[in-house]
């Protein structure tokens, strides 16, 4: 189940999530010990909280939308 996804990828890609504003609940360097299973796990996770706005950032998109 590791959606094609190598271990670095996955790594890469969650501690560019994790720079996104929040703050880490695990230490990035203890993640190359977990399995792509964990990893996707977490990854998914982060996603999640990612792609929750707050209303500063809604109003702050709204000015690139096209009319």
């Not at 609940?25 to 909280?49: F, H, R, V, W």
């Amino acid at each position: 189940m590791s959606d094609n996804y190598t271990k670095e990828e996955l790594l890469n890609e969650i501690e560019k999530l994790i720079s996104y504003g929040h703050k880490p609940t695990i230490n990035p360097d203890l993640l190359k010990y977990l399995s792509i299973e964990d990893l996707l796990s977490i990854q998914n996770s982060l996603k999640a909280k990612v792609n929750t706005l707050d209303e500063d950032d809604k109003e702050w998109l709204v000015q690139f939308i096209k009319e």
